[in-house]
């Protein structure tokens, strides 16, 4: 799952609001909220259907293709034994591209922007390789930790983008936004020392993962702020996906070894495997088309609290599809720390009013 640029209005600066949501590391930055025109174009089937069916159908979808993501990753990684994260990761990249390809250049869902110079090139150079790192860890992590787990650490982003947002930048919040970040660590306190399944390794490779969707989303916030180099979302991720696809390819052959002979021998003995693949990279560019389309038919704010909504739903069913045992003390640390990234996330909206 791929992460991409925001437009954002002059003078302002999103990337250091910090307002990240409890969404998983497949799980892009949030777009803006589109024109008027924009939202007005809507697909052929808008003309036959309702505006609030279609939206509540892009909801359904979006829910639908970010958990299932989560849920097909942790199948593969850990239940059906397909132990190559870095693959896999590679593999949702090539998805990205090509569908982002055909989205852009044919569907024309968004116009097509150019990278202007090789100046460009190099600052989204270098958010692919923070992407490439917070992924690869992110699907690393589902194959030691529970679904629920990794998604209780992914809320405690907003605690990771503040402290990258001050050391790097010196931006300093008010002390309610500061406030509002300590039940975001308590919480994830509580999960951990009551999780059944705990393991170090992916817990600190999931913290890994964290820190790097909030590091990217500081850097991208500081390296593209020329208007002229700004990128609307989708074709930001028609860029990223490929330039991360060659950097994982040489990393998988040097770490995990000839996957594509061993995932092509594993094909003949049980040809499952390859829809398996290719379901899970069709979903991993879903989860990015899904989040431009609830942007487009509500605002970025409705994501925001989707997002929330997604992180506490995902680890339910998770926990339905998977058994994997769960204890009240570690419900009540998620449930603090969901808790906290709404506080957070109210706090942000004041300090933004006061500011103005």
Not at 15 to 29: E, H, K, M
Not at 236 to 253: E, G, T, V
Not at 271 to 287: D, K, M, P, R
Request: glycine fraction near 4%; proline fraction near 4%; charge should be positive.
């Amino acid at each position: 799952m791929v992460e991409a640029q925001t437009w954002t209005r002059r003078m302002s600066n999103p990337r250091l609001d910090s307002t990240v949501t409890a969404a998983d590391d497949q799980v892009l930055d949030i777009p803006a909220t589109p024109t008027a025109e924009l939202k007005n174009s809507t697909y052929a089937v808008g003309s036959t259907l309702s505006p609030n069916l279609v939206t509540a159908l892009i909801i359904a979808s979006w829910f639908m293709s970010n958990i299932g993501v989560l849920l097909l990753n942790k199948y593969l990684l850990s239940f059906y034994g397909y132990r190559y994260p870095i693959f896999l990761t590679m593999l949702h990249m090539l998805s990205c591209a090509s569908y982002s390809y055909v989205a852009i250049n044919f569907l024309e869902i968004v116009p097509r922007q150019h990278i202007l110079s090789r100046k460009q090139f190099f600052k989204i150079l270098a958010l692919c390789l923070i992407f490439c790192f917070s992924v690869v860890c992110g699907n690393t992590s589902l194959r030691y930790i529970p679904v629920s787990f990794n998604q209780a650490i992914g809320a405690t982003t907003p605690f990771f983008t503040a402290i990258f947002a001050f050391l790097i930048t010196c931006k300093k919040e008010s002390a309610e936004v500061y406030f509002a970040l300590l039940p975001v660590v308590f919480g994830i306190v509580l999960a951990t020392n009551s999780e059944p399944l705990f393991n170090f390794f992916g817990f600190l490779v999931c913290i890994g993962s964290t820190s790097g969707r909030a590091l990217k989303s500081v850097v991208q916030g500081i390296l593209l702020t020329n208007e002229a180099e700004k990128l609307h979302s989708m074709n930001l991720l028609l860029y990223m996906a490929p330039m991360a696809a060659m950097i994982l390819l040489p990393l998988s052959l040097y770490i995990e070894g000839n996957v594509a002979r061993v995932t092509a021998e594993e094909a003949r003995s049980d040809s499952f495997i390859i829809f398996l693949l290719i379901g899970n990279a069709t979903v991993a560019y879903l989860v990015n088309l899904t989040n431009f389309l609830v942007t487009k038919h509500t605002s970025a704010l409705t994501l925001q609290v989707l997002g929330n909504a997604k992180a506490a739903l995902a680890a339910f069913v998770s926990v339905l599809v998977f058994r994997n045992p769960v204890t009240v003390m570690g419900i009540t640390g998620f449930a603090v720390t969901v808790m906290g990234v709404v506080l957070y996330s109210e706090a942000k909206k004041r300090s933004k009013v006061t500011a103005h």
